[in-house]
């Protein structure tokens, strides 16, 4: 694995624009960058990222049926009780789900280490998908790279067979999507799962977050008062269940993408259980719930809430002091802590790798990378390939 300078595509930003790639660009910084690549082997793809993905992938779904059994677990999940039963019966039905991301440490050698599961609402999908294999097909044809250059990424084609597994499930046509207002990410992210399903059969309504209604009878609708029964949202699961809609949910008779269960798989008191159930397991680092850690810990430890996002919240734990590494709005629910690993670094970049799934089963890789040692949301997105 290393970090290749090359030429960016002449006018990549047009070509950008017409594909609805409206976020390369954010707040005045370079979010996509092609100025430079990364190259893998292909057995450090399959042996170091593929399989272990689909490995920790089984590992989690394990977690999620101990914790759905067990009160105490559910509690420190910090899921509202009410609401119990109704993960509980997410799970136990299977109810689908469409994708997760897994963010991995890997530097090209060794087992990568697993610091969490994006499973309810990852995003840099479309770049991921569709926008990097682009990138690549691009400059193969322009003998910019070798011909057998290649990609991990099956991305695209998984998630339009899942969409046609999930319509075939609730014997649907059509959905409705959804996500936040004002984030360009968000909606870009959506339209392209909204592309995936057209593609698979299934029909597409868009609503804002923030525009869903609930009738007089308890079903959700959107702006036309259509009910909303099968749903895709790109809004987390820890928001939803403390909103005032949230005892809606049982007589809205909505079936949810993701599901329910996901609750449990993107909270990160998942990652102390992992490490209870798989201890020494070469993909994870040793983690502990915070109020529940060992009375001597030596070395660094990295201090996060059970939900956070975009790296938010973070500190680090050396020698009995707390140095605070990114500020944010979360840490309510309580803290874990997970043993401190390193990034890897290339030239002046922290580097992280984002290995996908699609139901079950691994489906490519995205690269991000930062002058921090904290990946956030204006994380640079390089693409890579496999030579």
Known sequence: ???????????????????????????????????????????????????????????CLHVVDKVVQDDALMRRFAIPERHWDKVRRSWMQRDPSLYSRLDLVYGGNGPAKLLENNADTPTSLYESGFWQWLWLENLVDNSMLPRQADQFNSLQEKLINRFGDIAAHYQIQQMHFACCKDTDEDRGTVQYLQDCAQSAGVQSDFVFIEDIGLSDNGFFTDLENRPITDCFKLYPWEFMLREEFADALDGAEANWVE?????????????????????????????????????????????????????????????????????????????????????????DNYTLIGSWLVDDQPAGISVREDTSSVTQDLSRYLPHIIV
């Open 1 to 59: 694995m290393f970090r290749t300078r090359c030429q960016p595509r002449p006018g990549w930003q047009q070509l950008a624009a017409e594909f609805g790639f409206h976020f390369h660009t954010m707040y005045g910084e370079p979010y996509w960058d092609e100025s430079a690549y990364y190259q893998f082997t292909l057995r450090q793809i399959e042996d170091d990222l593929e399989d272990p993905t689909g490995e920790l992938h089984q590992m």
């Open 259 to 347: 599901p329910l269960w996901k609750s449990i798989v993107s909270n990160k008191a998942l990652l102390p259980l992992l490490w209870q159930y798989f201890p020494e397991h070469p993909n994870l680092l040793p983690s502990y719930f915070a109020d529940d850690k060992p009375s001597s810990l030596d070395g660094k430890w990295i201090k996060k809430p059970l939900f956070s996002r975009e790296g938010a919240n973070i500190s680090l734990l050396e020698n009995g002091n707390e140095t605070m590494l990114s500020e944010g709005p979360y840490g309510e629910e309580g803290f874990i802590i997970q043993a401190w690993h390193p990034l890897p670094k290339f030239e």
